[in-house]
């Protein structure tokens, strides 16, 4: 895929005279935001610690495999 065909279907995303904000084109095209929409409720130090801790997973996993 080249960067002409992404642009093409991308192009709908973009476009601001329609009167549909970018999430109901995202979500007419299949896109599913609600992770997103789910994370932005959050308060900042909610998203920090939910980040430490997938982290911290990380990290055990790492240290289980070794």
Do not use: H
Request: negative net charge; charged residues 30%.
């Amino acid at each position: 895929m080249n960067s002409d065909s992404i642009a093409e279907i991308l192009a709908p995303f973009w476009r601001t005279d329609d009167g549909r904000t970018a999430s109901e084109r995202a979500a007419d095209f299949g896109i599913d935001l609600s992770l997103i929409e789910e994370n932005l409720r959050l308060t900042p130090e909610q998203r920090i610690d939910q980040n430490q801790s997938a982290l911290d997973l990380v990290t055990s996993l790492q240290e289980a495999r070794d």
